[in-house]
């Protein structure tokens, strides 16, 4: 059985690899776009939008932000969920400059 899956696995059509990038990628946008305005438990279920405003909140949306960087990295740069890029979202709740 687990022939037949890796069998059709290796039959399985797949997509040019910078395609495979561009969709993963822009639904990783999507994805933290929308997450940017909802709750996030460690943020104390603060949005990270709303989380920025304060010192403490902007303390603890970077930490968050770098945790989601580091979970990225660790698929690798051949992996397109490992090169996507976070710097937008950094820029977007006005820690640019608090990127290290």
Known sequence: ???????????????????ERRIVHQSLTDHYRQTLDEPIPALGNQSPRMSAKTIKGREKVIAWLKMLENRSAHQGQDDPMGSYDFTWIWQELGLGDQRR
């Open 1 to 19: 059985m687990a022939r037949d899956r890796l069998s059709a696995q290796d039959n399985a059509v797949r997509l040019p690899a910078d395609e």
